[in-house]
DNA sequence: CCTTGTCAAGAGCGGTGCTCTCATTTGTTG
DNA sequence: CAACAAATGAGAGCACCGCTCTTGACAAGG
């Protein structure tokens, strides 16, 4: 895509600063990333890296959609190193993915889930297609055993508001989806639930020695989140 | 408490930052929290402060055990107000305290179950009691509905991995409790759920324009989590 | 060659947390 | 009541932050 000299050492830059502030963003969380220190580690002067990015707030969206982007592949990834039929087994693995990951980064799971970073407003244009990779594989596989007939039906079902049938149906429509909406209603708390579990573990609101077994912890609550939307029996 | 006036004028002085803090952090967000601000408000020059207040890890400390006895009085209450035979609208009751408190105060519920602050770990002394209040009043409803016969067993369980067992009898023990392991293992993700969901939406991780009856969202998610702890058939 | 555009450097502004010194106030005690 | 000691507030200062502006060096293209 750069085509002349300038344009590739400028894209040479900007993807450097972006390497950087992953870092101090992954060691030293989001509230501490500094425009300075990225300059320093750069080995340039702070207000040269201004050339590249128009100011903090836009180095933060770079890496909220670099972050974005790697957990999507690492839950692509995890999803499709399971056969298609195995809807459970996908699910699973996009349940563990997740977390695996939100272990791994979590001052950039933390950007991304936690509380927003005050006085930052994500651009909803620049980061909507990267942040909503996770939720649609969720309903892919939620779509793709429903309309494979692998779905239970003793999942629990509460009765879906009258009120909420609208936003559900705009859902479906915008998606072309099959599932019935009391099992989207459904696949939507699974959705907070799953990302409620990891955020829990990752911000470190169990006590320190509640639960030792957080593998089998995590697992088991797969399994009932599976059983909740029919995956499982 | 305070006898002599000296020790009544410093705890009054004390009082006043804390609120302080508390109006800077509602409105500016815990990240922003800044002692200077506080004693620009306060009238007094900054250095002054740190007579009061160590650091601002102190105060931020001073904030989180403030917010969190003032969830855990507002779900207290909200619970209180339920018959106690009436298990479910307990339980209930206790979602949408939690959720009514975090969407009136955003930046304070960021500080208890966001992203933690960079640089800054909660000493456990000072804020277990006042942090485990919620917990310990959502096993107490699941405790008493147990003890009375009125929880349906068509709950969706799992079997407990036996790693995790271990964990499960802790607490059983140290709470004297009679609810069952696989029951207990229901209720910490009904727990961690009711956290994830309301997180989605104090956070803004819905997008914009999904879900406008959110309202009736959470009540089909706290209708689906009670039965999922055999609240309701 | 020489103009034009890009870039790094540096100074500077106002903000932050925090420490230190110094003067003053204030409560207690002889 | 006066003297003393503790508590307090003010101010200067250090190192850091985001961000802006000006200046001078440099390379690409006409």
Redesign the interface.
């Known amino acids: 895509m750069p085509r002349t000299p300038r344009e590739r050492a400028r894209a040479q830059t900007v993807a450097d600063i972006v390497r950087l502030g992953r870092e101090h963003l992954a060691s030293?969380?989001?509230?501490?990333l500094s425009l300075r220190a990225v300059a320093r580690d750069l080995g340039v002067v702070s207000s040269a890296v201004y050339r590249y990015v128009a100011n903090r707030d836009e180095l933060l969206t770079l890496l909220l959609v670099d972050a974005y982007d790697e957990l999507g592949d690492a839950v692509d990834m995890a999803v499709e190193a399971v056969p298609p039929r195995d809807h459970a087994g996908r699910f699973k693995a996009l349940g563990r993915a997740v977390r695996d990951w939100a272990l791994r980064e979590p001052?950039r799971y933390?950007?991304l889930?936690?509380?927003?970073?005050?006085?930052y407003q994500a651009p909803?244009g620049r980061t909507?297609t990267s942040g909503?990779r996770v939720v649609y594989s969720l309903i892919g596989i939620l779509e793709a055993a429903y309309r494979a007939g692998g779905l239970m039906t003793?999942?629990?079902?509460?009765?879906?508001?009258?009120?909420?049938s609208?936003?559900l149906e705009t859902?479906r429509n915008e998606l072309g989806l099959a599932v019935p909406e009391g099992l989207l209603?459904?696949g939507?708390?699974v959705w907070?639930?799953?990302?409620?579990?990891v955020?829990?573990e990752v911000?470190?609101?169990y006590?320190?020695d509640?639960?030792?077994?957080r593998?089998?912890?995590f697992?088991?609550?797969l399994?009932?989140?599976a059983?909740?939307v029919g995956l499982e029996a």
């Open positions: 030293h969380g989001a509230a501490a001052a933390g950007l889930f936690g509380s927003p970073v005050p006085g909803a909507t909503t003793a999942a629990p079902t509460a009765v879906v508001p009258s009120a909420l609208p936003d859902i209603a459904n939507a708390l907070t639930s799953l990302f409620g579990t955020s829990f911000f470190g609101q006590g320190a509640t639960f030792s077994a593998d089998e912890l697992e088991h609550h399994a009932v989140l059983k909740l």
